[in-house]
């Protein structure tokens, strides 16, 4: 199960690709920075190639930055993005307030409440989103097997295609 795990602020978008069986992989992650600042950047590091791309770019807002994102990742581990399972989107809380990754709620998210989810629910119509709170250790593996956990165990609100 490949699951996408999402962090943005308001000029800058970060995401690893997981890979989500016994283990979980990060199969690629990058970021974009400078988001509305007409001089961005896309830094993208494919883990199974072992290699990683630096592209100058404007990104106007979050559409443009994911957009280069979802090219990177179609072209080379992702055959269509219905290999997609979720997108998981971090909501980073300080340490002292931050439930333990083990520990998130996952539920589908209010589209309302953050801009570049808004974007992506545009864009990949046909994927389930989440949110987990995400404290100052390195989150990703724990929300990714979370997100797995729930996708297993419960009935999404939002089904594909809708």
Do not use: N
């Not at 978008?13 to 970021?31: K, P």
């Not at 072209?75 to 399972?85: G, N, T």
């Amino acid at each position: 199960m490949k699951i996408l795990v999402c962090q943005a602020g308001e000029t800058w978008f970060f995401y690893t690709l997981c890979a989500v069986d016994s283990e979980v992989t990060i199969l690629a992650e990058g970021r974009a920075t400078g988001i509305g600042s007409g001089i961005s950047a896309l830094f993208h590091s494919d883990h199974l190639r072992g290699d990683s791309v630096q592209i100058q770019a404007a990104f106007p807002t979050q559409r443009e930055a994911i957009s280069a994102m979802l090219e990177h990742l179609m072209d080379s581990l992702l055959v269509s993005l219905e290999d997609l399972a979720c997108v998981i989107f971090a909501l980073k809380v300080p340490a002292a307030t931050a439930a333990p990754a083990t520990e998130a709620a996952f539920r589908t998210l209010p589209l309302d409440a953050v801009y570049p989810l808004r974007q992506l629910k545009s864009m990949l119509p046909h994927l389930q989103l989440l949110y987990g709170y995400a404290g100052e250790a390195d989150p990703i593996p724990a929300l990714a097997r979370q997100a797995e956990r729930f996708l297993r165990t419960s009935t999404p609100l939002f089904s594909k295609g809708e």
